[in-house]
């Protein structure tokens, strides 16, 4: 493992059992309907490439870009959109797919956002989980992992850029991002 990582929270294995239990759960929400996934650019594209396979409904899907950490560790807790949809979402089955809710700035901020453009249905679909960060109220509807508060990289997740390759989850020592 890389020298700046601490362990690996979450394996392989376990990530891919989840995300197709995590399809399950939006298939039965809705049934045969049509949906729109809207993968969060950058951290969720691993994410939303692997639970978009899983299901069986038919899928149209956008990104959008958004970031609030930058090179940091922190939250700078404005979010900038970088690039909105191409499509119009009005009277659409909206499922958000995230990485990591940490703060909850980013999809508080995302979600009202989205309201606005009047979806039939807007959910949240999150891999991560860190509820000890939060500072905004602000839940998905469906959740993979909770974690505890630690920085954790891969599986599209980043630390200034970095490991968002690795296929597993990992948690970043903290002498590396301390202050940062
Ligand atoms: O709940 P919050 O405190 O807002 O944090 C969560 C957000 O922060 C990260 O994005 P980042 O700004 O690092 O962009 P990235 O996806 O391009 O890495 C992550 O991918 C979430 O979008
Ligand atoms: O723990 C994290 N890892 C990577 N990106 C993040 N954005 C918010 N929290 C995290
Ligand atoms: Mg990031």
């Not at 993968?39 to 639970?51: C, I, P, R, T, Y």
């Amino acid at each position: 493992m890389n020298k700046d990582l601490k362990k690996i929270l979450i394996n392989e294995e376990e990530i891919k059992k989840r995300v197709c239990e995590l399809a399950e759960d939006i298939m039965r929400d809705f049934k045969d309907e049509e949906l729109f996934f809207i993968g969060v650019l950058k951290g969720s594209v691993v994410f939303v490439a692997d639970l978009m396979r899983c299901i069986k409904n038919d899928v149209t899907m956008d990104f959008m870009a958004v970031s609030s950490y930058g090179l940091s560790s922190q939250t700078s807790g404005v979010v900038r959109i970088l690039k909105d949809l191409d499509f119009d979402i009005e009277g659409k089955n909206v499922v958000i797919v995230e990485d990591i809710i940490d703060t909850g700035t980013t999809l508080k901020y995302l979600y009202e956002y989205l309201k606005k453009r009047n979806p039939k249905e807007l959910k949240i679909c999150c891999l991560l989980d860190k509820p000890e960060r939060r500072k905004v109220d602000i839940k998905a509807d469906y959740i993979g992992f909770t974690i505890p508060d630690e920085f954790v990289v891969g599986y599209g997740l980043d630390y200034a850029e970095r490991f968002r390759n690795l296929p597993y989850i990992a948690v970043v020592k903290e002498e590396v991002y301390a202050n940062k």
